[in-house]
């Protein structure tokens, strides 16, 4: 693999190698005896690296207007009520994520949703989101040489579960590349890449209402207990709306869309190339290559219905991208 930065970049490829290139040499054939034939395979186990530091002895909530100490409401049925997420601006930020709210000590509070839980620490919430991925690799490959030239096949097939949820890919990839030795002085290589690569979700990043890691910095307290993950969806397969709900700067139904409005894309992409070359003497060799890249894309966008008959906020959108581009060089 070689990087082109700058001039050397923009001299083969113009316009489009203005912010460089990579040029990848693939593996050519060994001279052996008979055609070679290796397998090899890989497995990797992602674990979830580092969660942030934080206190584990009030939930949300914070000091009242007049700075005094956070209190329970009690309800006609004497259980406490969830308490007011708001912060006074005196007070500091006012994020429902603030958690200087009534200090946990197990009792029996009904919640937002209606459920009675307990008032206590959840230390694992930062974890929700998050579980264990994997990667694992198979290639095989077919090699041969003599002296009239080299060939090689390879055959890569990879499957990647994320360390979030509702999200893979896969791809396989097929590359040949074979060397033909005309006479002592000419060398003509064939090479090509077949990718066929297949996506479903991208993970919420920044400032979007569907951002889990936003919904973790700045709305989730640390009473949070998963309620709007464990009941996003009613019984009957309909949205629940959650009413009541507490949290601030995402969206109400974050977990339904997480779940429920997929996207997936579909990739296709055939890299070719031919390189001739011819040694004029020992130290000077004329060369000569052409290229081709031809890539498909094809994205469709699922959302579910909302409610039980299938009529509100359902959508299916398909978008197809293409790209074909050459590049020739000589020297």
């Known amino acids: 693999m070689d990087i082109l930065k700058g001039g050397a970049a923009t001299a083969l490829y113009g316009a489009r190698g203005g912010n460089g290139a990579i040029l990848i040499t693939m593996k050519k054939g060994r001279k052996l005896k008979g055609l070679g034939l290796?397998?090899?395979?890989?497995?990797?186990?992602?674990?979830?690296?580092?969660?942030?530091?934080?206190?584990?002895?009030?939930?949300?909530g914070a000091p009242a207007a007049d700075l005094?100490?956070?209190?329970?409401?009690?309800?006609?049925?004497?259980?406490a009520l969830f308490p007011g997420l708001g912060t006074d601006a005196k007070f500091g930020y006012?994020?429902?994520?603030?958690?200087?709210?009534?200090?946990?000590?197990?009792?029996?509070?009904?919640?937002?949703?209606?459920s009675i839980r307990n008032w206590s620490a959840q230390p694992e919430?930062?974890?929700i989101p998050y579980k264990d991925g994997n990667n694992f690799i198979h290639n095989i490959s077919f090699e041969g040489a003599s002296d009239f030239g080299s060939m090689r096949v390879s055959i890569t097939r990879t499957d990647n579960t994320p360390i979030v949820h509702n999200s893979n890919f896969n791809?396989?990839?097929?590359?040949?590349?074979?060397?033909?030795?005309?006479?002592?002085?000419?060398k003509l290589s064939l090479s090509s890449s077949y990718i066929d690569y297949n996506?479903?979700?991208?993970?919420?990043?920044?400032?979007?209402?569907?951002?889990i890691t936003k919904a973790i910095l700045y709305s989730y307290p640390r009473s949070y207990q998963g309620e709007d993950l464990e009941h996003y969806e009613l019984p009957n397969g309909t949205q629940n709306p959650q009413d009541g709900f507490p949290y601030l700067y995402i969206s109400?139904?974050?977990?339904?869309?997480?779940?429920?409005?997929?996207?997936?894309?579909?990739?296709?992409?055939?890299?070719?190339?031919?390189?001739?070359?011819y040694s004029i003497t020992p130290w000077l060799t004329l060369m000569g290559r052409t290229g081709i890249d031809l890539t498909n894309d094809e994205y469709k966008t699922k959302h579910k219905p909302i409610d039980l008959i299938g009529l509100t906020d359902g959508f299916y959108g398909e978008n197809n991208v293409r790209d074909r581009s050459f590049n020739n060089e000589f020297c």
Do not use: C
């Open 38 to 60: 290796s397998y090899n395979s890989s497995f990797k186990t992602i674990h979830p690296y580092r969660y942030r530091d934080v206190q584990n002895k009030y939930g949300g």
């Open 68 to 79: 005094s100490a956070p209190q329970f409401t009690i309800g006609a049925d004497g259980i």
């Open 94 to 114: 006012p994020g429902s994520s603030v958690s200087w709210g009534p200090a946990f000590d197990d009792r029996q509070v009904t919640w937002w949703d209606g």
């Open 125 to 127: 919430n930062l974890k």
């Open 171 to 186: 791809q396989t990839t097929v590359n040949t590349n074979t060397t033909l030795n005309i006479t002592d002085k000419m």
């Open 199 to 211: 996506r479903l979700n991208t993970f919420f990043l920044g400032e979007d209402g569907n951002a």
């Open 252 to 277: 109400k139904h974050l977990w339904w869309n997480y779940y429920n409005n997929n996207t997936t894309l579909d990739r296709t992409k055939l890299l070719g190339g031919i390189t001739l070359d």
